[in-house]
Structures are given as structure tokens and as C-alpha cells.
């Protein structure tokens, strides 16, 4: 699997960010971990991907950035993508929003060791 690192490295903006927050299912954890690990690689090599960001703890919110609309557009016209997303509205999620915003600005420290 391909380390990305926890805070996405960025271009100075304008870009866009992809917000995908949800609640999870107890169905098929080994499935959905797998799964989500291959969306991460295949996005990583989609042209316009910048980056992306997760967390979970009960809620989960990942956010990918994308350089434009149309590399967002063809992230989610993309096969496998399609594949994940018909089985996380299937089995996975109980309930999932997704928000599309553009980013204007982007600020913050990212020197200091962890």
C-alpha cells in the first residue's frame, strides 16, 4: 500500500475538496478495510488527485482534494470507484453525505516532527 502522509501536502490554492463523512455498518469489516485501502491507491494515481485525509471514530470523514471538477468527475465516474461506492450505499454505510467545495484558502504549520 502506497504512505501517504496524515495531512495532505497541498498546492497554493484554488483546488477543491472532496468531503465524504459517515456512519458505518458491522457489515463486512475485512471487505470494507480492503476496499479502502485499493480506493486510496487507485485515487492516488488518478490524474488532478492532490491528496486526502481520514479519520474514524464512530463518525468517519475522509477528505480528498482534486486540482478541478472534471478530475472530481471522472474520480467518480472511474469503474472500481463505482463498484466501492454501489456496495458502501449497500452494505457498508448506514448513512453517508458528500460535499464538493472549492478551496480558496490554506494556511497552517506542517515543519515540526511528529
Known sequence: MTSLPLIAVTPSPPYYAVIF???????GVEDYTAMTAAMVELAAIQPGFLGIESA???LGITVSYW????????????????????????????????????????????????
Open 56 to 58: 474514524r471514530e464512530g
Open 21 to 27: 463523512t459517515s456512519l458505518r455498518t458491522d457489515t
Open 67 to 114: 486540482e478541478n471538477l472534471d478530475a472530481i468527475t471522472a474520480w467518480k465516474r472511474n469503474a472500481a470507484h463505482q463498484v466501492a461506492q454501489k456496495r458502501g450505499r449497500e452494505e457498508w454505510y448506514s448513512a453517508f453525505r458528500l460535499r464538493i467545495c472549492k478551496v480558496e484558502r490554506d494556511y497552517g504549520h506542517q515543519d515540526r516532527p511528529a
